[in-house]
């Protein structure tokens, strides 16, 4: 099988990452004592982060299957050495980073800070197995302990992995069967949860292979959505379409979890993710196809932000720990706040050029024509 990649970069997509990053930043200082008020506020739409991680895995399905069928061919070898690249090398960096911190800086619970900040981090006697867990992303286990985001990293390699295969699929298949077959495949993980009195939540921060399927099928709506674009960017843009479309997917993002009136089973939640993917998939289709949205997210700031938007996802919680830890006195909350909200972006940026940015390098040399041919077994 063989591996093509588009010839241009959209901007659009790089932008909507970071904006998506800084939500999952906010949603976890809204999980601090001090801001736990944010989420009984309307400042709670802005606290998504598990909708963010939804958008990235739309996102991730749509360009990865636009690498697959573009103009430029890599074979799959390359792409898997790519994707290590990308996602792995700056998460061992960071993954060093955050042990140091850890240790350098844990002295028992924080008083002031909450719930899920003392449970991020639950000492310095984490077993050598668990670290060993974290390095080789193999089973299911618990990983929030020490960079708690990590578990999206989990699903995002292993659906890498296949997911080449799966886009060979689909461009056989028909529309129809392939979103079907999506829908029931992430139904049926559910439906299964439901069934054995599972929660789906705990599930996915334990880096379950069963939610890997449920995963799986999002990135084939982001994979659809790129192969369709055909069809639906020429009638997206026509009138005020564009509005109408980006109305309905960002009340279907944000809103969803309105559905927890009706209670928290596994089935709401699958509603939820359900919703919140159809919702991500206007919001991209849309930055594809409106001027003026495009044009707000070529704004350089937005750009830095979709940039730096990896390193941010990855150090944010270790800064936010690291701060609260070091100023654990009730008395220095706000000043533990204030400095890490002062200091994530420079050190996200800081994280972008040391560790993230010479990881894209060396992907990029290794799988360039001229260094496979160089390195390619003799004739």
Not at 128 to 145: A, K, L, Q, R
């Given at each position: 099988m063989t591996i093509k990649t588009p010839s241009r970069r959209l901007h659009q997509l790089d932008a909507l990452r970071g904006i998506a990053s800084c939500m999952v930043v906010f949603s976890h200082f809204a999980l601090i004592g001090p801001l736990i008020w944010i989420n009984r506020t309307p400042l709670r739409l802005l606290a998504t982060g598990?909708?963010?991680?939804?958008?990235?895995?739309?996102?991730?399905?749509?360009?990865?299957?636009?690498?697959?069928?573009?103009?430029?061919r890599v074979g799959y070898p390359e792409y898997l050495l790519k994707r290590f690249c990308r996602i792995y090398l700056p998460y061992i960096c960071v993954l060093v980073l955050a042990i140091v911190?850890?240790?350098?800086?844990?002295?028992?619970?924080?008083?002031?800070?909450?719930?899920?900040?003392?449970?991020?981090?639950?000492?310095?006697?984490?077993?050598?197995?668990?670290?060993?867990?974290?390095?080789?992303?193999?089973?299911?286990?618990?990983?929030?302990?020490?960079?708690?985001?990590?578990?999206?990293l989990i699903y995002e390699m292993r659906v890498s992995i296949v997911f080449p295969l799966i886009v060979f699929f689909i461009i056989k298949m028909r529309l129809m069967y392939v979103a079907v077959s999506a829908i029931f495949l992430s139904l049926g993980t559910f439906c299964y949860i439901a069934?054995?009195?599972?929660?789906?939540?705990?599930?996915?921060?334990?880096?379950?292979?069963?939610?890997?399927?449920?995963?799986?099928?999002?990135?084939?709506?982001?994979?659809?959505?790129?192969?369709?674009?055909?069809?639906?960017?020429?009638w997206l843009r026509e009138g005020r379409r564009p509005y109408a479309v980006l109305c309905v997917s960002l009340a279907l993002y944000f809103l969803s979890r309105g559905f927890l009136v009706f209670g928290d089973s596994p089935m709401i939640r699958w509603v939820i993710e359900l919703t919140v993917t159809a919702g991500a998939a206007g919001i991209i289709a849309v930055s594809l196809t409106s001027k003026r949205i495009a044009h707000f997210l070529a704004r350089r700031i937005v750009l830095f932000l979709g940039d730096i938007?990896?390193?941010?996802?990855?150090?944010?919680?270790?800064?936010?720990?690291?701060?609260?830890?070091?100023?654990?006195?009730?008395?220095?909350?706000?000043?533990?706040?204030?400095?890490?909200?002062?200091?994530?972006?420079?050190?996200?940026?800081?994280?972008?050029?040391?560790?993230?940015?010479?990881?894209?390098?060396?992907?990029?040399?290794?799988?360039?024509?001229?260094?496979?041919?160089?390195?390619?077994?003799?004739?």
């Open positions: 598990h909708e963010a991680v939804l958008l990235f895995f739309v996102l991730s399905g749509f360009v990865l299957t636009l690498q697959q069928t573009g103009s430029r911190c850890l240790f350098l800086t844990y002295h028992g619970l924080v008083p002031w800070a909450g719930g899920w900040l003392n449970s991020a981090w639950i000492g310095k006697d984490l077993s050598i197995g668990y670290f060993v867990d974290h390095i080789i992303f193999v089973g299911s286990y618990d990983t929030e302990h020490i960079i708690p985001v990590i578990w999206s069934l054995t009195g599972g929660d789906s939540l705990a599930l996915s921060f334990q880096a379950s292979y069963l939610m890997t399927l449920h995963y799986l099928g999002v990135f084939v709506v982001g994979a659809l959505l790129a192969l369709k674009r055909a069809q639906w960017m020429p938007s990896y390193s941010l996802y990855l150090v944010h919680t270790i800064v936010l720990l690291t701060f609260a830890h070091l100023l654990s006195d009730a008395r220095q909350a706000w000043m533990a706040l204030g400095l890490a909200a002062l200091t994530v972006i420079p050190l996200a940026f800081v994280t972008y050029f040391i560790f993230e940015k010479p990881s894209l390098l060396l992907g990029r040399y290794l799988t360039s024509p001229k260094n496979s041919k160089d390195h390619s077994p003799s004739k």
